[in-house]
């Protein structure tokens, strides 16, 4: 799911790109968001494991 939505940014940027929408280096603008998404993939997948384990010792107790 996650490589999903990052070829969709990038794919949006390259169609700003294409548009004229966007101008100069497009892979100065890539980068940094790929960056962004991962870090917030990272941050989103480790509160959901929190949460799922939390769950569970609740349960257990």
């Known amino acids: 799911m996650f490589i999903s939505f990052l070829l969709i ?3 949006v940027v390259f169609l700003l790109k294409n548009l ?7 892979w100065g ?3 940094p968001l790929v960056l962004i998404a991962f870090g917030l993939y ?3 997948k480790t509160h959901r494991f929190r949460m799922f384990r939390d769950k ?6």
């Open 56 to 61: 569970i010792w609740k349960k257990l107790e």
């Open 9 to 11: 940014i990038i794919g």
């Open 20 to 26: 004229g929408i966007i101008s100069g280096n497009v």
């Open 42 to 44: 990272l941050i989103l």
């Open 29 to 31: 603008i890539i980068w």
